[in-house]
């Protein structure tokens, strides 16, 4: 089985920081990882599929890059609203979560 | 509106069998692939299957098999999980999750129910 190493487990940034989180996958998975935000009590959210792609409606400050067995997830200026755990996803995997707080 | 409409709450017996439903509407049911995850307290996001809702086939993760049973009735647009033999491990919130359309499985889910919790106690 493929697994997905998310880090770092939690951060805490400022509003307007740029903020990144990286997966890492234990196998060459090409392109196929996706990632989504999920909020306390709430179901969680797709917010890039296929590495690269926004989600129709999501924030251009929402990204992610990356292909093979390495991704990054950035947004580019966080926002009060982009508190959350963000999770990494590659077919019936799922990273461990990211949860980013503001400092 | 296209939502996922999930079951209520259920507190259960460990050794007991609990079946969520998920109904679908807004959309045409039998044609997007249909997932279930859970997320026990916590804790991060769990794949346990999924279901094509056209022809009825399934895939469970290896470590559900033989405890989780995934079915569909077209005629109400629903999904359900049914989960097996509950130990208090299996408290969790049980999300129903859509996969996006095409006559072959995306591997995101775009569309998610709100979840049911399911309580394992004695």
């Known amino acids: 089985d493929i697994q997905m190493t998310q880090s770092p487990s939690s951060l805490s940034a400022s509003v307007g920081d740029r903020v990144t989180i990286t997966c890492q996958a234990s196998?060459?998975?090409?392109?196929?990882l996706n990632w989504y935000q999920q909020k306390p009590g709430k179901a969680p959210k797709l917010l890039i599929y296929?590495?690269?792609n926004l989600e129709t409606g999501v924030p251009s400050r929402f990204s992610g890059s990356g292909s093979g067995t390495d991704f990054t997830f950035t947004i580019s200026s966080l926002q009060p609203e982009d508190i959350a755990t963000y999770y990494c996803?590659?077919?019936?995997?799922f990273g461990g979560g990211t949860k980013v707080e503001i400092k | 509106q296209v939502q996922l409409v999930q079951s209520g709450a259920e507190v259960k017996k460990p050794g007991a069998s609990v079946k969520v439903s998920c109904k679908a509407s807004?959309?045409?049911?039998?044609?997007?692939?249909m997932h279930w995850v859970r997320q026990a307290p916590g804790q991060g996001l769990e794949w346990m299957g999924w279901?094509?809702?056209?022809?009825?086939?399934?895939n469970y993760a290896q470590k559900f098999q033989g405890r989780v049973t995934m079915t569909r009735d077209t005629s109400i647009s629903t999904a359900y999980m049914e989960l097996s033999r509950l130990r208090s491990d299996d408290t969790a919130v049980y999300y129903c999750?859509?996969?996006?359309?095409?006559?072959?499985?995306?591997?995101?889910?775009?569309?998610w129910g709100r979840g049911t919790l399911v309580t394992v106690s004695s």
């Open positions: 999750a859509r996969d996006p359309p095409t006559v072959t499985l995306h591997w995101y889910f775009d569309l």
């Open positions: 807004g959309y045409t049911f039998t044609g997007y692939y």
């Open positions: 296929d590495a690269s």
């Open positions: 196998q060459d998975i090409s392109n196929y």
């Open positions: 279901i094509n809702p056209n022809s009825g086939g399934t």
């Open positions: 996803q590659q077919r019936g995997t």
